[in-house]
């Protein structure tokens, strides 16, 4: 009990110098200022799950996500595009999360990922869907915004485009890990023992593995010197979800959407529901066209439309003037910021 | 000029009883009320370009899409849902129309067609992009929001799912038209003699093509007896669109939506910028949030911010209380409406 004391102690110091350490003490993420950055890894696995090792590798992996986000904002003439790009590679290159290397498996047991990236002032904007060969989807999703026509490329079409284009292409089973190997092993059998957990056309949600929330996905919103704002998020989906399955990532206005007028955003969560309530384009129309707050938007959002309607899930948005929050309605979201000073803040579960 | 003169007269007598006569001398579609159902079959190819047997033609598809509708939504326990994806289908089956047999041809030659649909009371919708073998994508799409855990399905496995679901597979050949074969061999006959037209990673986007907008797509929106909207929409996509390419005609917020506090929308156009504004959800939330009328709604994001972005194309909305308004920046939309009780109009160019 002492350890704690002391710790509440410091907090209580630490207040006085810093607001943002009120957070230790509130529901949600501080209305954090000055955010240049700020990421998400998914929603969290159950905290009994995890161990602390395993909890500290992924605060060490947000960190250095942070760090090279960051880092790469202050080069010359580098954007916030630039940043969540370079956010975003290094969690699609950690296995710890489902995005890149780490993604789950579909039903047949393959990779298949999305991604999507945005940048606020010009509402330009570039996605793939259902790509398994291409290293870092977020990459590609940048190239099909900038030396493509479209906005959305899926598939095979996909992968052509990104290989012309330069990008890093791998065996698809660069993207094999044990730890989703296993999980998708498990689905595989609780479905041979359990015929009826079938639909006539496809296993049943993800939601039904257990309980368990396998929402993992990442995702970076950035503000630069400029004004700027600019979202990306990347994913490997849902753990068993159907081939050919494409979940909000990749949809610009579902699970990323940047407006300088409004705010940047990436979510995670159960990408149906945040397509069908178009989340990322709601938070920013809220914040734009209503006067809310960053984390009031998140907050109507995330804990009252999408919890009422069963959409488990949370989100990141920053606007344009620096101003951060987060919100999840589930018991965790592995998450974190860095303001333009280069202070670092990251958050596991508590909310 | 006699026969303009009886017509105008037979007008102003209708103007009496009819209020939604005035759509003849506004620059806008009338904000007709009490409306059961309205679909678009596009934007409109040139006036010049277009027989008058050809007009009546389309005209004559747009009424049996729209009687069709009606018929389905006056069966017993028939919804807005039903309204729609019947609607949808008469379109997709004529070859008249950029969806399902008429699609337009990739830059390699295939049809790849994309759809959904979306139900405004429950927020549920399904949608598929890249299919090349179902015949009616928009049905292929009520069965992802029906039948499977997902929203968005891609490529070969919308195709497995169709197939699980026991809709009608075609041979890719079924969508083979001339005239659209002749657009794509127009276009590979321009990229070859002006080779510079060829960006290094693809084909330039199609308004590069003689300035001809060819953003043909189908939708439909409808309301039925017990206040619960729907929206659909369905494409073959642009012609010469890269291998892969989707546009927003599968997702949800930006060529489709639905929601019983705003309107259920269709929009057609040139894609990329329908995403990257979210199109259907800003007009629906203008309507639900700001309290404009569908017809202001429309106005604001067709013709102001979408024009302004240099977005091309237009929309259909229609709310709860059955008001529909349509708007397009462009020469013209195929586009039409019926009521309640079983007027029919039709409007090919006329804004």
Redesign the interface.
Known sequence: MSGRVLKLAATLMALSSNPAAEALFADSDPAATDVALAIHGGIAAERNEVSQEQARLIRAALEESLRAGRKRLAEENATSLDAVETAIRVLEDSPLFNAGKGAVFTYEGRNELDASI?EGKT???GAV??VTIVKNPVSAAR?VME????????????E??AA??GLEIVDPGYFWTLPRWKQIERRWRAAKSSPEKQ????????AADGGRRQWGTVGAVSLDGKGNLAAGTSTGGTTA???????DSP????GT?ADNEGCAVSCTGH??YF????VA??IN??IK??GLKVEDALEQVINRTLKD?GGDGGAIALDARGRYSSANNTDGMYRGWITRDGKVETRLWEN
Chains 1, 2 share one sequence.
């Open positions: 945005m509402k330009r904007a869907a259902g190239a030396k493509s026509p479209h906005v959305l490329l899926i598939g095979r079409g996909a052509v485009f012309k284009s639909s006539a056309v496809g296993p049943k949600p993800p979800k159907m081939f050919g399955r494409v979940g949809i610009i206005g579902a959407y990408g149906e397509i069908r309530f178009a384009h709601e129309v809220l066209y209503k309607a």
